[in-house]
């Protein structure tokens, strides 16, 4: 331990230029300080204001803590096998059991935001998630702590529907992919921190890892247990302040010499689009779950919705469960090492975040009706194509800019889609339909770790050419997904025709 603290520490000084001289780290440390202001402010400004900003950033931090947990495992998996005595099919199964614990929650969580106040239900979650946290810590055994992430899966179910619908109902149709891509930075950033951070500290002491993780979820469930419930079906949208005024919110039509509405659904009527003539009248506000069910898998641009992002959500989570040691046996580099470049791929992948979102929304602007879907179906196609050379050589700074544009392209498809989905569905569907999405998403993300180590394990023989050749297999599914989003561009303008219909007739 030691040793490798003096290495770490060797890291650091040649980092650093040789060592801290007199009169540089006072420099640094205020230019830290001035950055971080100027980006808080930035964020205020983008997000509408204070108040929307603080909505915006605790629903990013609740997202945050699920991601943080399955890249905190992906990168304790060396300390963990040594520990527990286990392999990488045993490492895929911890992440696979939260998962399909999360998938059978998440349709009854999905039923409870469509009807019950979610800023409740969410800080709930996350209290008794910091609580399994903090049991997992204390797991004695494999089979101890495979128990307690059962425990984990069930409560991180919450997260998906109760953000929708609340996001739906704080937030306009018109700026949505923009506001997305503020949340699911948070989704990253918290993957980020389970590879960076807790990774790090679990290179030492994997409790110590997952007991650091759990903390910050208590103080979070108490501030959004204080937030204020939306009113439903659209009617609690916070309103950008003076000053504050968001990109998204902005005049319609900037650069077209003939103006056209923000919203998809607005738009889409004006256009004369006609509705699903299977759909119109099947969807009421007092529905019943069944019904309600059946409605969300008839629409059909949500199917082809769930399975990309299944697919996507799937590549994803073989990538934070396993990616540290890849990258660490592919390109000959320690585990410190490993992860700091890991971070460098996360920086790629928030950019991609939050640049889909905003595209998608001003494209919109300029009367591009199913401008979201088609910025993820090409944000898609580009990641398979990016990987590839990635997966391939054996060289760091070879693979650093594709592998970076490719993280970038894989994650700039969530903030369309996701906005994309509350286009479809009517407002009091909104929790139901990301309840079903999250359960068969989470289905995907939940095979994904355990067949991503079984292949590794036994078709390819384990190690890092295992892997190598297991996430080439993988590329497969997430070509699908770019295919299923192509075909969903010709579906969305009837759909959102549709929800505009719905919402209409049951608007008093």
């Known amino acids: 331990m030691q040793g490798r603290g003096l290495r770490l520490g060797g890291l650091v000084r ?4 040789g060592g801290a001289r007199p009169g540089v780290v006072g420099p640094v440390a205020r230019a830290v300080r001035r950055g971080g202001a100027a980006a808080r402010a930035r964020l205020v400004v983008a997000a509408g204001g204070p108040a929307r900003t603080r909505v915006v ?20 998996a060396v300390e963990l096998r040594r520990a527990l005595g286990i392999d990488n099919t045993d490492i895929g199964l911890l992440v696979t059991v939260t998962s399909i614990v999360g998938a059978v929650f998440s349709l009854p969580f999905g039923v409870l935001a469509d009807r019950a106040r979610r800023t409740w239900i969410l800080a709930f979650a996350l209290l008794t998630w910091g609580a399994a946290m903090l049991w997992s810590a204390t797991a004695g055994s494999f089979a101890q702590l495979l128990l307690a992430r059962v425990c984990l899966g069930g409560v991180t179910a919450a997260a998906g529907p109760t953000v929708a619908s609340l996001v739906g109902d704080w937030f306009a149709a018109a700026e949505r992919g923009q506001i997305y891509s503020y949340i699911l930075t948070g989704e990253l950033l918290g993957a980020g921190v389970g590879f960076a951070i807790t990774g790090d500290i679990a290179a030492l002491s994997w409790r110590a890892a997952f007991s650091i993780l759990a903390l910050p979820a208590f103080v979070l469930a108490w501030l959004i247990f204080r937030l204020p419930e939306p009113a439903r079906g659209g009617r609690g949208v916070l309103a950008p302040e003076p000053g504050a005024q968001p990109a998204a919110a902005g005049p319609e039509g900037v650069g077209s010499r003939r103006p056209e509405p923000a919203d998809p659904q607005l738009l889409a009527m004006q256009r004369g689009i006609p509705p699903d003539p299977r759909l119109v009248g099947r969807a009421t506000p007092h529905m019943s779950v069944t019904a309600a069910l ?3 898998l008839a629409v059909r641009t949500n199917v082809a919705l769930i399975i990309s992002s299944a697919c996507g959500y799937y590549f ?15 390109y000959g580099i320690g585990q410190v090492a490993a992860n700091l470049l890991l971070v460098v791929i996360g920086a790629g992948a928030v950019i991609g975040v939050l640049a889909a979102g ?17 910025v993820a179906a090409v944000a898609a196609t580009a990641a398979v194509v990016l990987f590839i050379p990635a997966l391939v050589t054996h060289s760091a700074i070879t693979a650093l800019p594709y592998i970076v544009l490719a993280a970038a392209a894989l994650s700039a498809q969530n903030p369309p889609i996701d906005a994309a989905r509350l ?6 569907l909104w929790g139901r339909a990301e309840g079903v ?10 095979l994904a770790p355990v067949l991503f180590g079984a292949v590794s394990d036994y078709v390819f023989g384990g190690g890092t050419a295992g892997l190598k050749w297991t996430f080439v297999v993988m590329l497969i599914p997430l070509s699908g997904a770019a295919g299923f989003l192509y075909w969903a561009t010709r579906r969305y303008p009837a759909d959102v025709a549709t929800a505009a219909v719905l919402t209409r007739q049951a608007t008093p």
Do not use: H, K
């Open 14 to 17: 040649r980092m650093a230029g």
């Open 316 to 330: 994803l989570a073989g990538v934070q469960t396993f990616g540290t040691e890849f990258v660490g046996g592919q």
């Open 57 to 76: 950033v605790l629903l990013a931090c609740a997202l945050a803590m699920a991601s943080a947990d399955t890249a905190t495992v992906g990168a304790s």
């Open 358 to 374: 905003p595209l998608g929304d001003a494209l919109l602007r300029r009367g591009r009706l199913n401008a979201r879907i088609l």
């Open 437 to 446: 999405r999250t359960f068969l998403r989470t289905a995907a993300q939940a």
């Open 423 to 428: 286009d479809i569905m009517p407002p009091w």
């Open 294 to 296: 059946r409605y969300v």
